[in-house]
């Protein structure tokens, strides 16, 4: 396992430093921008007001942008886990399933390696990639967080991130289950964006209409508090996000171990009413 988890992590380094260099970049970037964003609050505030209530809902509402985890929610977090969660929903359709369509699974699998040793090594090299990405985004925030007015320290600073891992891992490790239930790894990237991009639109309407609070403890993103995590994670949410990631997990290698291995391309549902074979034309006598 620790070789598989070895050669993956090798081979998805350029993807660690493009995605973590550029979130690191952009977390820079946001720390020097907020002591003008708090020093020019009314400009912002009168400039913000023009935009209607349905665009800014998305970002969060406006209603505490000049506060710390306001800001940091309305500049980063709020839609950060769009962008990572389809990263990772991509990542984790491909760990297994883009070996088993371009048709080297099957000889990976044929040198003396377990099915169990191969699945649990690229999903921790998936699990340290995330963390990996994560860690150079903080450090993007805590390089600048001395020079700016934040009072947060750089521990604190680090708890969003710790939020935004536990709800990634979440879409990961369901993309991952459905590329073994699925025909195809396609299916399966665009069953687990689906559903993150509809419970990311929850939580929108949320801010807009609060009759459909109710349906918004059925999103996953309700479990995620975003900016606001600088101010303590709510533990019994991070818990339960990681039970449910255990459950897609278990889920993904109970299928692993007892499917058929494909020798390439995508499968087809098999529907027996649907796919009966042709019996054989009988020769007339």
């Known amino acids: 396992m620790w070789t598989i988890l070895r050669y993956a992590l090798k081979r998805n380094l350029p993807q660690i430093l493009g995605w973590g260099i550029g979130m690191a970049a952009l977390a820079a970037y946001l720390m020097v921008l907020y002591d003008t964003w708090v020093a020019q609050k009314a400009q912002f505030a009168s400039l913000l007001e023009a935009y209607p209530p349905e665009l800014m809902a998305a970002f969060g509402g406006t209603a505490d942008l000049f506060t710390e985890p306001g800001f940091l929610n309305f500049t980063f977090y709020s839609y950060i886990i769009l962008i990572v969660g389809i990263y990772i ?5 491909g760990l297994l399933a883009e070996d088993e369509e371009n ?8 040198h003396p390696v377990s099915r169990t040793a191969l699945f649990f090594g690229r999903l921790l090299s998936m699990v340290l990639s995330l963390a990996a990405i ?9 390089a600048f967080l001395p020079s700016t007015s934040l009072e947060v320290n750089s521990s604190e600073m680090a708890l969003p991130l710790i939020d935004l891992f536990f709800i990634s891992l979440v879409f990961g490790t369901f993309a991952l289950a459905l590329s073994m ?6 299916m399966a990237v665009m069953l687990s964006s689906l559903v993150l991009l509809a419970s990311y639109l929850v939580k ?13 403890e059925f999103s996953p993103l309700y479990y995620s508090k975003g900016g606001y995590a600088i101010q303590g994670l709510n ?6 996000l990681l039970i449910v990631s255990l459950v ?4 993904g290698w109970q299928r692993f171990e007892h499917k058929d291995i494909r020798v390439a ?12 074979k042709t019996p054989p034309a009988q020769s007339g006598g």
Do not use: C, H, M, Y
């Not at 994560?134 to 805590?142: E, K, Q, S």
């Not at 897609?248 to 889920?251: D, E, G, Q, T, V």
């Open 181 to 186: 239930f699925l025909p195809s790894r396609r």
């Open 265 to 276: 391309g995508e499968g087809s549902w098999r529907i027996p009413l649907l796919w009966q």
């Open 235 to 240: 533990w019994g949410w991070i818990l339960g």
């Open 103 to 110: 048709g080297r699974l099957d000889l990976i699998l044929a």
């Open 204 to 216: 929108t309407l949320v801010t807009l209409d609060e009759n459909i609070e109710k349906i918004q």
């Open 89 to 93: 929903s991509s990542v984790g359709s």
């Open 134 to 142: 994560l860690t150079l985004t903080w450090v993007g925030f805590a």
């Open 248 to 251: 897609f997990i278990l889920l």
